[in-house]
């Protein structure tokens, strides 16, 4: 669900979005039966291996578990704000990873129609040398924000179009010396 609020001339643009990625659900299913397994492993004690083989069963059984679960419940969905100040993205229920991105440091952006997981080695928070910092939760249109020194911030969200709208405004109410309280010239 996306919603944009227009300002009166001189006001804070400000926009907030968001996509989402249910298949992260599954994956998550499996990081919790991993721990599941772990945890059982470490109840139902030795069996006739000796204790050696149970603890790296369950030290692995229990990693492997909770990298994949948290790892997984992270990137479920992100939420993009922008307001005249900056534009901020949280990732997944807790907010964490988290960026924010000050509008000074911001040149342009632009809504890129597909991004995809397989571009960006699958999802999360990723970055690649040659097309910058990215967060992907799905398959899908985004918004590519150039911070300058051919630096790029790309973000997976639902109405990119209305996000780039909001990143231009903001740029060029900042660059017309408007104040984001709406007492504008």
């Given at each position: 669900?996306?919603?944009?609020?227009?300002p009166?001339?001189?006001?804070?643009?400000?926009?907030?979005?968001?996509?989402?990625?249910?298949?992260q659900?599954?994956?998550?299913?499996?990081?919790?039966?991993c721990?599941?397994?772990?945890?059982?492993?470490?109840?139902?004690?030795?069996?006739?291996?000796?204790?050696?083989?149970?603890?790296?069963?369950?030290?692995?059984?229990?990693?492997?578990?909770?990298?994949?679960?948290?790892?997984?419940?992270?990137?479920?969905?992100?939420?993009?704000?922008?307001?005249?100040?900056?534009?901020?993205?949280?990732?997944?229920?807790?907010?964490l990873?988290r960026?924010?991105?000050?509008?000074e440091?911001?040149?342009?952006a632009?809504v890129k129609?597909?991004?995809?997981?397989?571009?960006?080695g699958g999802?999360?928070?990723?970055w690649?040398?040659?097309?910058?910092t990215?967060?992907?939760?799905?398959?899908?249109?985004g918004v590519?924000?150039?911070?300058?020194?051919?630096?790029?911030?790309?973000?997976t969200?639902?109405?990119?179009?209305?996000a780039?709208?909001?990143?231009?405004?903001?740029?060029?109410?900042?660059?017309?010396?408007h104040?984001?309280?709406?007492a504008?010239?």
């Open positions: 669900m996306t919603h944009a609020h227009r009166q001339t001189g006001a804070a643009q400000e926009w907030t979005g968001r996509a989402s990625n249910r298949m659900w599954v994956l998550a299913a499996a990081g919790a039966a721990l599941a397994l772990g945890i059982d492993l470490a109840v139902d004690g030795p069996g006739t291996s000796g204790l050696a083989p149970l603890v790296m069963s369950v030290v692995g059984c229990l990693a492997v578990g909770l990298l994949v679960l948290f790892g997984t419940i992270a990137f479920t969905h992100v939420h993009v704000s922008i307001d005249y100040d900056a534009v901020h993205v949280r990732c997944g229920h807790i907010g990873p960026r924010r991105i000050p509008l440091d911001v040149s342009d632009e129609m597909l991004i995809s997981p397989r571009t960006w999802w999360g928070y990723r690649r040398p040659e097309l910058g990215a967060v992907v939760v799905r398959r899908g249109p590519v924000i150039e911070l300058g020194g051919g630096r790029h911030f790309t973000v969200v639902d109405d990119p179009e209305g780039v709208l909001a990143i231009r405004n903001c740029l060029r109410l900042r660059g017309s010396g104040p984001a309280t709406g504008g010239a």
